[in-house]
């Protein structure tokens, strides 16, 4: 007879102990709040910040803003994709090309790129396009990085067995190269994309224009506490909706991943 | 040198029924430019295998037996010498010559089946007919019931296996294997010799095995060629005369026993200068 599966080990145990930590720490702030250890004029009290979303929802059209910060969001991270990815595979193919910009792109990684929001809006106008733009900025380097990281790491004996079966330049590319560097690629994918939501929901609150980084700051400047942290509930829900795609992405392109 | 002397009286002889080779390697040399200077990894190095013939080399690390390997299979050039298959001089990888390798090699990304129709799939032919030949050789492997595991959820045997079966897929004249067992425990070693020979039997594979392992070269071979200490070169080439179908049963006979102790005296003095060698390259005093 089979003994019956301890809850800890199910499929479902690891969903529930994260939303269950989650739940605990929301409960510990609310706690702390309420006992005075934490001043509610800086951090609200969970319960109030819940109470706000509905208001948030219905007063100030946050779907409205939230839909525009998620296509920005993923206009911004197709955009980076493509040219991050493509990026990364002309460094890996032209040795020269890698030599002599390489550096340059991880320091361009390391920089603080937002502070260049003026200069955009100077070419692009203050709309959309500036967002947009200000986050494919931010996420290509480390697309590109990470894409070369992958490639140029594929192991030596996976090239010699491609090389063995005669592939041409093309097979070797797409049937070896790429998929041995997905994984890698995909972190790098990660990253970018968390750099462009940064940049997008920083631009947004620092030209005042736009979806849920415009909400934050009016919120903000309102001294609307719950609201402002409900309105942030809304970015972070946009950040996870970026990380299911990739995560999506990766299952269906490498079905091993 | 003469390096064509076939055994005699086997029952699998298919070697001693032609006399042509297929595959032959004249009067190889390989030289690489070290920091310390010109190093000869193989130096004047030819064999010739016939059809159906299980040849093995054999020799200490660092003699050039993967340097000989990578020649072969057309994955390294500029070399002095000539390989030629059936005939024809080869230049760079061959249809003909399948290459399993020592590292483990599947594609984690592909499923098992996935990873043995691959070269069916670079050829063009239609997803039927390539999954129903990938399946043939993933039984002959003995790996039926796991056609939709990723590499990933098997032990280092049988990936071995699979990568075994994907090379065996593309149906070369000629397999290839750079010590594929090395990175194995002793026993699954003996069983994975097992399924070559089983393996090698039915499809009468001519094949070159590349080993330092004296055991596995005297269970699988019908000739072995020992190769000497930097410079690589032909020592010696044994006639395995056991008889076959083997298999690893033969380890415990007589004439197994004797066949490892010869080729063993052979490498024991090239194994014992490579060691010196290493020692002294490392900053140890010469015994």
Known sequence: MSRPVPFSKSRYFPAVLGFGSLAAFVLAVELLVQVDVINRFLIPPPSEVIAAIPRVIMQEHVLSRFMLTAGEALVASVLVTIFGVAGGVLLYQFRLLRLATETWVAAIAAAPLVLMYPLYLVIFGRNATTIVMMGFTAGLAPIILKTLEGLAGTRRVLINVGRSFNLTRSQQFWKILFPAALPTIFVGMRLGLIFALINIVGVEYLINFGGLGQLINELAERFDLPGTYAAICFVILVSIIVFMLTERLERWLRPAS | MSVIAMPSGRDAAPAARSVEPILTVDSIVKQFETPDGVVAAVDNVSLAVKPGEFFSVIGPSGCGKSTLFNIIGG???????????????????????????????????????????????????PKTERYDRARHFVSLVGLDGFERRFPAELSGGMRQRVSMARTLAAQPKILLMDEPFAALDEQTRLLLGDKVLQIQQELKQTTLLITHNITEAVQLSDRIMVMTYRPGKVKRIVDIDLPRPRSSEIVSSEAFGRYVAQIWSDLREEATRGMHDDETRRGGAPR
Do not use: K
């Open chain 2, 75 to 125: 994955l390294l050039d500029g070399y002095d010498g000539a390989v030629r298959v059936g005939g024809e001089l080869v230049h760079g990888p061959h249809a003909s010559i399948g290459m399993i390798f020592q590292e483990e090699s599947t594609f984690p990304w592909r499923s098992v089946i996935d990873n043995v129709a691959f070269p069916l799939e670079i050829a063009g032919l």
